[in-house]
């Protein structure tokens, strides 16, 4: 069903987002995959890898592509073996197929990524996606210890293992999460699997701007303390309206363990809070985790009429305390809207802009260099095609560039796989 | 004899001379008296003789001395403290080998960012030494991480005890300055931000067993030491049962930080070694179970682990009653390698993981390994993630029995490898286990990660004929061992 829904829109959604055209290919195995990407290697023809289209408005410069290579019919769990806690899984499984399978064996696959609904694990894999969690749990890059790969010239390569502990030969998994479909074709990812928490909750503190310094050393406190946060994610105010209906800063801190130790973090909490801070405990801990992982846009849910934009952005840990602030500065004196939810646990914000198409790029470009500028970065993850041409989408380059292109040059020699889609038109 | 001495200046290799200048005099080794202690590293089966050896003191000194190898086409290596146990350190091809012990120094610690950055000699325990006073610490915790460098570890990717709860090296490397094979210097993530947009190089580089690159800088996470921590030792008269109790730990939803395993042939050794703790000698496993978190929540762990262990006939179980008792275990298990000299003259570890489900069966595997070679072979291993380390043990003063023991390692990683698992889970390839990469790659497989070296070191100078097998020829193992001097392994 899914596929006739993306084949309906097919037109407008390469219009309006790239990187997928209407000649698209619905390989039902690994071997077709490979036939299909050899042939496209040997007669020069260009292909853009898609999932769950998703990410179609993350990365690309390319106007066309010949065929759209779409990994809709590669779904299902390969093997699962519960006493091991691995799990191998076929590209094109939607993140929530995969945890409602794995939740009755009470594991889960530790990454919490926007959409899951819609977004498949080979999608998450590539893009190096990754949400509010992964301050405890990690991101792929932790998760994934093997996988199959279509190479450009039609070989298959296995990389890892299916062990959870492997340093035979070159960390090759680590290549292809996040390489944006840009180096070979995913066709099966085994990951390391974690037991579901026994028990969660989620505490929230809310505090006006000019608490703002309270809550960081709040958190830095925190830290500091032997208290095991999963999340330490700050909502700048025009987001909390949202999700709290209240527009002041909030700190969601998700805590997972034993019952015990859960509603000793609250108490820890509750006593140490900064004293102008409101606590809040969530009940339905579950629930609000996908209200929230679904609110950011993306190309499978965008067809409003003001124009939306992502942006990833990495700061230090406490640097995102500057960026939300910068982004409600701007929230303040642009015509832009800015949504943002920031990790003061590991440094990584997602910020969601809404408003004319001019304003849009002009607040991305400042929130950029804004980053840049801070010694961390700026990514646009979701922005019309015609947009993006504006803006360098994936940032500056950094030294090390020269061996990002030469790993290209020597998978993908013929540009056949994504081609200009990732930094640097890789 | 004036003539004489200016004879014998004329012969002062032009290298050694430029290396000179490069590092000074007092930071280069080039006597082969001096160079002895440099022909092998943890790994001492295999030697070979240095060309020189350097020290130098920072990235430029390094990244010149690269430079100068690069364009004398002169082979060359980095080495940390030499504790790598696959050879990975071994100069093979009478290499330049650059020893990092100079550059020791930790350069900062950031609490606020739990970012700490050093220097790639740094001593792996001297930086939780050095922030355990703010209650942080360094997690992985590799055996010999009281001398091993932070800088090898990045090489080896290298693991330890506690890795089963929170990750390998890898997984705690934010940045890296590297010098490249042809003497440039980049920098990766330099401020440990996560998720450096492009390709990961970082993840590339880790356990690349420096092939690819010299790493001159380290940007590490830290972690805040938890609560609480609880340990348990469980004594069973079955090694099945042993197993199968390790299965039922995790499979109950507990991750432990550590979960070890020693059959009753370690036990014999680690109870004749330095640090023994009275274990009784008729039982065929012991497991070391460690959780840690928060204070409230052990509780509840330690209740589930004692009952899966008495679901599994223990003899008996106990929990640390202090620090002290704690420590003394784990000096008990931390030293096991090396006890196996108290009960055996010489002896070889292995370093294979398989899925953890297949424990009992691979485990069989092994004894069985160990009858048809008639050759002790004791288990000291990582349970809780399947990495397991068969010692294998011998005499070599006895002709072909270093041999034997060599083809009894062998077919250990072929049993690991035919169980669906891999031939190393954190000692590395190196020279030891090249060949056994065919266990678990195709030609294909292994193609596709050299043409990754390729790129970063495209006329393969930096540790040349490591990690992968001599193409195109499935070369005989037994032939290599034969053709190599053999010596106490440590």
Sequence with gaps: MDEILLEGSLTELADRFGNITSNILYPESEKEVAMMVKEANKVGKKLAIVSGGTKLGYGGIKPEYDFTLSLKKLTGIVEHTPGDMTVTVKPGTTMQTLQQYLKQYNQMVPLDPAYASASTIGGVVSANESGPKRLKYGAARDHVIGMRIVYPDGKIIRTGGKVVKNVAGYDMNKLFIGAMGTLGVITEITLKLRPLPKYSSIVTLSVQEDALHDLKAFIIQLQDSTIEPVSLELVNPMLSKNLFHKEEYHLIIALEDVKKAVLFQEAWIDENKPTKAMMNVLKHSEDFWTTFNELTPNSQNDFHDTTSGVMKVGTTNMGVFPLLQECDRLNLESNVQILAHAGAGHGLSTIIFSGLPENVVQSIRHIQTFSEESGGYGIVKHLPFELRKHLNTWGQQKDSFYLMKGIKQKIDPKNTLNEKRFIGGI | ?490
């Design chain 2, 1 to 490: 004899m004036v003539l004489l001495a200016k004879k014998k200046k004329a012969q002062i290799d032009p290298d050694i001379l430029a290396l000179t200048k490069i590092v000074g005099s007092k930071s280069i080794l080039h006597h082969k008296e001096d160079l002895l202690s440099y022909d092998c590293d943890g790994f001492t089966i295999h030697k070979a003789m240095p060309k020189a050896v350097i020290f130098p003191k920072n990235t430029d000194e390094v990244a010149a001395a690269v430079k100068y190898c690069a364009n004398h086409a002169i082979p060359f290596l980095a080495r940390g403290a030499g504790t790598g146990l696959s050879g990975g350190a071994i100069p093979l091809n009478n290499e330049v080998i650059i020893s990092l012990v100079k550059m020791k120094n930790l350069l900062s610690v950031d609490y606020e960012n739990r970012k700490a950055v050093v220097q790639p000699g740094f001593v792996n325990l001297k930086l939780t030494n050095s922030i355990s006073h703010k209650g942080y610490y360094y997690a992985p915790d590799p055996s010999s991480q009281y001398v091993c460098t932070i800088g090898g570890n990045v090489a080896e990717n290298a693991g330890g005890a506690h890795c089963l709860k929170y990750g390998v090296t890898t997984n705690h490397i934010l940045g890296l300055e590297v010098v490249l094979p042809d003497g440039e210097v980049i920098e990766i993530s330099p401020n440990g931000i996560l998720d450096t947009p492009g390709y990961d190089i970082l993840g590339i580089l880790t356990g690349s067993e420096g092939t690819l690159g010299i790493v001159t800088k380290i940007t590490v996470r830290i972690l805040k030491n938890p609560e609480a921590k609880k340990t348990v030792l469980a004594y069973f008269d079955r090694v099945e049962d042993g197993s199968h109790a390790v299965s039922d730990i995790i499979s109950a939803g507990i991750i432990p930080a550590a979960l070890e395993m020693m059959d009753q042939t370690a036990i014999e050794g680690v109870e004749a070694g330095a640090f023994p703790v009275g274990h009784p000698p008729d039982i065929e496993a012991l497991l070391l179970i460690e959780v840690d978190g928060i204070a409230e929540g052990i509780a509840e762990q330690i209740e589930q682990i004692l009952s899966v262990c008495e679901n599994h006939h223990v003899r008996d179980v106990k929990v640390a009653r202090d620090e002290k008792e704690r420590d003394r275990w784990w000096a008990n298990r931390k030293t096991g390698f090396g006890a196996m000299g108290a009960i055996s003259p010489d002896y070889l570890v292995q370093d294979g993981v398989i899925p953890r489900s297949k424990l009992p069966e691979v485990l069989k595997e092994i004894r069985n390994i160990s009858k048809e070679y008639s050759l002790r072979i004791a288990n000291i291993f990582h349970a809780g993630d399947g990495n397991l380390h068969p010692l294998i043990l011998f005499d070599s003063r006895i002709e072909g029995e270093t041999e034997k023991a060599l083809l009894a390692g062998t077919a250990c990683l072929k049993a690991c490898a035919d169980a669906g698992g891999s031939i190393t889970g954190e000692h590395g390839v190196g020279i030891e286990k090249k060949e056994e990469m065919r266990f678990i790659f195709s030609d294909e497989e292994l193609e596709a990660q050299t043409a990754i070296r390729d790129v970063f070191n495209p006329h393969n100078l930096l540790n040349q004929g490591k990690l992968f097998p001599t193409p195109s020829r499935c070369m005989d193992i037994k032939k290599v061992v034969n053709e190599t001097s053999l010596t106490k392994s440590t």
